[in-house]
């Protein structure tokens, strides 16, 4: 908007709040405190207050605020369902705005990080389209068609994590089995972990031995040549590519940036993934390719996502 150039953006995910300045290039200056997460019962106004500091420090409360939240939003920015917060029903627009007293955009954190990607970030080249898919704690997705985020008809499509790509496989919280997220999530990876060190298929010696393993402690065996925590992310890169083929074959993107903090294991599950969608993409011998790429914007794409779409709106 005219006179216009940066908007405070308040992310919450499952264990933080973050609050930025975000200019109308993508650029960021960030907040670095983390607190608990906004919820019910009043705790959203800490993550509100952060906004509104952010905004005096600049100088400019006139800014329009960019809010990025975890969960299944409706087009009227009313949290339906969290899976990891005590989120229902509860109307985050409504109640950041009434706080701050001005506009507030939100959107789904994977959306928002998805917009900040191809704004600023490893999609910056593509003309129209992009297709992201995070690996966190679960396996979030965004999708720009057009030039434009696409929610979908009720606000809540894109969720790419609980697409099936294997019906038999694993159970995913969300009831379905052999989705991205039972298989490609770094909860995954530590799961896969834990089942190889109860099969004895873990030998003497191996960090995976060492505690319980996570996904962190997969990526960083795996980057100490661990041949089992390399087996475990050719897998979750196996069935991540099996599903990216399917995004590609349906919606046709000119590129596929993968994020979230599984993504420490970079080409390690990127290299797997991108064999097993070439294999997979219909016609792929007459057809540009579609390059599968990391995130290039870390923990501040939900952060520049948001505040570029709360710059970008019309109030
Ligand atoms: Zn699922």
């Not at 940036?257 to 969608?277: E, F, N, T």
Request: charged share 15%.
């Amino acid at each position: 908007m005219p006179g216009r150039t940066a908007a405070p953006r308040i992310a919450g995910g499952g264990t933080k709040v973050a609050a930025g300045l975000v200019g109308g290039a993508g650029g960021v200056g960030r907040a670095g405190r983390r607190e608990p997460p906004p919820g019910p019962g009043g705790r959203g106004g800490r993550g509100a207050a952060r906004g509104a500091g952010a905004r005096r420090a600049a100088g400019r409360d006139d800014l329009p605020v960019g809010v990025g939240v975890a969960g299944l939003l409706d087009l009227d920015g009313v949290m339906r369902f969290a899976p990891n917060l005590p989120y229902r029903d509860h109307p985050v627009a409504a109640r950041v705005s009434a706080l701050l007293g001005c506009p507030v955009v939100v959107e789904n954190d994977a959306n928002a990080a998805a917009w900040g990607e191809y704004r600023a970030g490893a999609g910056a080249a593509a003309r129209s389209s992009l297709v992201m898919i995070t690996l966190g704690t679960g396996v979030g997705g965004g999708l720009v068609l057009g030039d434009a985020l696409v929610r979908g008809g009720h606000g809540m499509g894109a969720e790419f994590g609980h697409i099936v790509v294997d019906e038999g496989g694993p159970l995913c919280r969300c009831g379905n089995h052999g989705d991205l997220e039972s298989w490609s999530s770094g909860s995954a990876l530590g799961r896969m972990a834990r089942e190889a060190v109860a099969a004895g298929e873990v030998p003497a010696g191996s960090p995976l031995l060492d505690g319980t393993p996570t996904g962190r402690s997969v990526t960083d065996a795996a980057h100490g040549g661990d041949a089992v925590a390399l087996g475990i992310l050719a897998r979750a890169g196996f069935w991540l590519g099996v599903g990216i083929a399917s995004l590609v074959n349906t919606l046709d993107p000119e590129v596929v940036v993968v994020g979230g903090g599984a993504m420490q294991a970079g080409d390690l599950i990127l290299g797997p993934a991108r064999a097993a969608a070439a294999d997979r993409i219909a016609g792929r011998a007459y057809r540009p390719g579609v390059p599968i790429v990391a995130a290039r914007l870390a923990d501040a794409a939900g952060v520049i996502g948001a505040g570029l779409l709360a710059l970008e709106a019309r109030y």
